[in-house]
């Protein structure tokens, strides 16, 4: 299993998990809505892995390489990575 870094678009919660985290108790009301921005991510430093921020919600989390996944910035419509 890979490691992938689950963003709720409506409360910005970030959980580091191998398999989908469960959708109930967002904070924001009814269930999270997860989406994971690379194939795989870490939300703490790791050795291969670069810190990459969205310059709308401000997380930051750790891939190889520019995350692809853009849909679902909890700022507005779509996370703008950039390398830290
Ligand atoms: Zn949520
Ligand atoms: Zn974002």
């Given at each position: 299993m890979?490691?992938?870094v689950y963003i709720?678009?409506?409360c910005a919660t970030t959980v580091e998990k191998n398999s989908p985290p469960a959708g109930s108790g967002c904070p924001k009301g009814g269930t999270h809505t997860w989406?994971?921005?690379a194939s795989e991510a870490y939300l703490s430093p790791k050795s291969g892995f670069k810190p990459y921020q969205c310059?709308?919600?401000?997380?930051t989390i750790y891939t190889k390489a520019l995350p692809s996944g853009t849909q679902g910035c909890?700022?507005?419509s779509l996370h703008s990575w950039h390398k830290l």
């Open positions: 890979t490691t992938k709720c678009k409506k989406h994971h921005p310059k709308h919600c401000g997380i909890p700022a507005g």
